[in-house]
């Protein structure tokens, strides 16, 4: 496991273990690519996918990229949700809810947004 890992080799030798294995992998990743690619003339990703692994490939290759892409959204989400929460508690922003006699809601409303948005 990484803490384990981390705790074996220390901080800067975990970082720099990642560091190297992220670039072998990127570089012999992209070989294979490549080299898939000039064999059979397939310039697309994707249609390199069919072609190797046929239909049932791109179907999963499709479902992973659509699992990743949805699974890092909602990560997002949740974290702009916990940051805007603890800021809210912290800022006491949302103690009461906003009245017409309140002549700073527009100001508690509009940091909701602008966070929001950010």
């Known amino acids: 496991s990484l803490p384990y890992a981390f705790l074996e080799v220390g901080l800067i030798g975990g970082i720099l273990v ?11 990743s992209l070989r294979m690519l490549f080299m898939a690619s000039r064999k059979t003339g397939i310039k697309d990703y994707g249609q390199l996918v ?3 692994f ?3 490939g791109s179907v999963a290759l499709e479902a992973a990229m659509m699992l990743g892409i949805s699974a890092t959204l909602i990560a997002q989400n949740l974290f702009v949700v916990d940051m805007l929460s603890s800021f809210c508690k ?12 309140d002549k700073f809601a527009p ?8 966070i929001g948005i950010l």
């Open 90 to 101: 912290s800022t006491h922003l949302m103690d009461h809810p906003p009245t017409s006699s």
């Open 18 to 28: 990642f560091i190297i294995a992220g670039i072998l992998l990127n570089y012999y």
């Open 107 to 114: 100001f508690r409303i509009g940091t909701l947004l602008i």
């Open 54 to 56: 046929g239909t049932p």
């Open 50 to 52: 069919k072609h190797f």
